[in-house]
């Protein structure tokens, strides 16, 4: 819900309506305090009385978009929690009831937290909400949708790739929060999707379903080998040559995917949290012949369980957690006594070398990221050779 409530804000003319209790009001408050957005959008709050918690709030809610409609949205995303849902509410029928008779097109998200235990939910489930809102579209030949990117997001270093397919003569759509609701209803005019991250990945599905807009994702590669290949699906679809393009920096990835692979053999990992995409990286990880022991997931997203079907054929099953207190858990991965942990551990842990926090590759991908990767790991490897040994036990690893 916080989430949800934070990146609508972000949406230029995308209005919003959050269903639930006072609680749940006040704390969307907290991040999203303005009634109205800096275009003059909507972020109005919906509270349920003691009867409609026990009846249901349809003829409330319908009256609350109707009035959100007169009143200008252009668009409105409800924010469902809760209570709505264990009542048994029925939204898809609501909208469907009413949105006949508005101008504002009308789609929901069901963000309970009995069911969406973390954050993802509220990015991944939003975006995927905001494909109701789109119509289908003449293709537009050289139009790109990046799906996972804002227009001006200059935090995020940009993937080679993005200006390599402009200079091309593509022209690229950024789609994320940061985005605008126009942006997102012209999206199916794409010949291509991009996707660049986990968030993403349920919209671009359903835009390829319902719009047959078809997608590459990218978010997920990490072997340069699989790079290749969606680059040359690229490069075949829009009729482009990369010359030496990317010849310097896939070679980087190439020499430091040896180099780990020869150093990271037999050890054996686990994942904590602040990892941003798990099964992909596990997946190639244990490609590397790491042996996977444990996985800190925050999300399962529809797609993993190809990556899950993946691991376990590589002769894998590790155990699969959501950690919410690192410092309780602590005895448990001292117990299992890997040689290496990804993401968060507290500062007080002294046994488990750690790779720290992977956020900093949101965004993030192709060979620069693998190769920024694996950099980071065998620097760790470095660190633990020299700590135990005066020196680098395996010889340099500079490249």
């Not at 990117?149 to 994320?176: F, K, W």
């Amino acid at each position: 819900m916080r989430i949800a409530s934070v990146n609508v804000e972000k949406i230029k003319d995308l209005s919003s309506l959050l269903v639930g209790m006072p609680e749940c009001a006040t704390h969307s408050r907290l991040f999203n305090p303005e009634p109205e957005g800096r275009h003059g959008e909507l972020h109005w709050l919906y509270v349920l009385d003691a009867h409609e918690v026990v009846f249901g709030c349809r003829a409330g809610l319908i009256a609350a978009l109707r009035k959100m409609d007169k009143a200008g949205a252009k668009a409105i995303l409800l924010i469902v929690t809760c209570v709505p849902e264990l009542i048994g509410e029925d939204i898809q029928a609501i909208v469907n009831e009413v949105q006949p008779e508005l101008s504002a097109r009308v789609t929901f998200v069901l963000l309970g937290q009995f069911k969406n235990i973390s954050y993802p939910p509220g990015s991944w489930k939003m975006m995927a909400a905001l494909g109701t809102l789109m119509a289908a579209k003449t293709t537009e030949s050289s139009r790109v949708n990046v799906l996972g990117r804002a227009p001006a997001e200059e935090h995020i270093p940009l993937p080679s790739l993005l200006p390599a397919l402009t200079r091309r003569g593509l022209e690229l759509r950024y789609l994320a929060p940061g985005s605008s609701l126009q942006a997102f209803q012209s999206a199916p005019d794409a010949a291509l999707n991009l996707v660049v991250s986990p968030f993403m990945q349920p919209l671009a599905a359903r835009m390829e379903r319902e719009f047959g807009v078809p997608a590459i994702a990218l978010h997920t590669l990490y072997a340069v080998e699989s790079i290749d290949k969606a680059y040359t699906a690229l490069a075949a679809r829009f009729g482009l040559a990369w010359g030496d393009t990317f010849a310097e920096e896939r070679q980087q990835a190439l020499a430091w995917q040896k180099a780990a692979q020869e150093r990271l053999k037999g050890l054996r990992y686990v994942f904590c949290p602040r990892i941003d995409i798990p099964l992909p990286l596990a997946v190639y990880l244990t490609g590397l012949g790491m042996e996977p022991l444990l996985l800190h997931l925050e999300e399962y997203y529809p797609e993993d369980r190809d990556y899950a079907r993946e691991l376990t054929a590589m002769g894998h099953n590790p155990w699969v957690c959501r950690m919410v207190n690192a410092q309780a858990d602590l005895p448990v991965l001292e117990k299992l006594a890997p040689d290496l942990n990804f993401g968060y551990l507290p500062a007080t842990h002294k046994t488990i070398p750690c790779v720290p926090d992977l956020f900093d590759f949101y965004g993030q991908v192709g060979y620069g990221r693998t190769s920024h990767l694996l950099k980071r790991i065998v620097s760790i490897l470095d660190k633990m050779n020299a700590a135990k040994k005066g020196g680098p036990a395996h010889g340099s690893a500079s490249l």
